[in-house]
Nanobody
Framework: QLVEAGGGVVQAGDSLRLSCVVS????????MAWFRQPPGKDREFVAY????????NIGDSVKGRFTISRDNAKNTVYLQMSRLEPEDTAVYYC????????????????????WGQGTQVTVSS
C-alpha cells in the first residue's frame, strides 16, 4: 500500500514537500516515481529514483525546481517542490516498481505495478 501526504493549496513561488509511505518489505528494493495528472489532462511523469537512491530522473517540466529522494529506513519517498507555478496544479501520485521491470523506461506508467491514491496540489497565482 502506498499513501501520499503533503498536498495542499499554496501560492505561486511557494515550496511544498510530498511524502509517500510504502507498506511492505519490498520498498527498499523497488524503484519509485512520482507522476501527476492536471485537471483534464493525461497523467505525466514527474520524477524517478532507483532502489538505492543513487540515480534519479526528473521530468523536463519540473527540472531545476523539483527533487526526489528516499529514506529506505522509513519506507518513504519524497518529492520536494520549489518555486511552484499554477501549471503544477494536479493530483500527484507515487508509484512503485515492485516487480522489477527494468526493461521499461522510468517515465512509463506501465513500469509501476503499485500506485497511491493521490494527493491534490493546487497552486494559486
Amino acid at each position: 500500500q502506498l499513501v501520499e501526504a503533503g498536498g495542499g493549496v499554496v501560492q505561486a513561488g511557494d515550496s511544498l514537500r510530498l511524502s509517500c509511505v510504502v507498506s511492505g518489505r519490498t520498498f527498499s528494493s523497488a524503484d519509485m516515481a512520482w507522476f501527476r495528472q492536471p485537471p483534464g489532462k493525461d497523467r505525466e511523469f514527474v520524477a524517478y529514483i532507483n532502489w538505492s537512491g543513487d540515480r534519479t530522473n526528473i521530468g523536463d517540466s519540473v527540472k531545476g525546481r523539483f527533487t526526489i529522494s528516499r529514506d529506505n529506513a522509513k519506507n518513504t519517498v519524497y518529492l520536494q517542490m520549489s518555486r511552484l507555478e499554477p501549471e503544477d496544479t494536479a493530483v500527484y501520485y507515487c508509484a512503485a516498481d515492485v516487480m522489477g521491470t527494468y526493461s521499461i523506461p522510468p517515465e512509463r506508467p506501465t513500469k509501476y505495478a503499485r500506485w497511491g491514491q493521490g494527493t491534490q496540489v493546487t497552486v494559486s497565482s
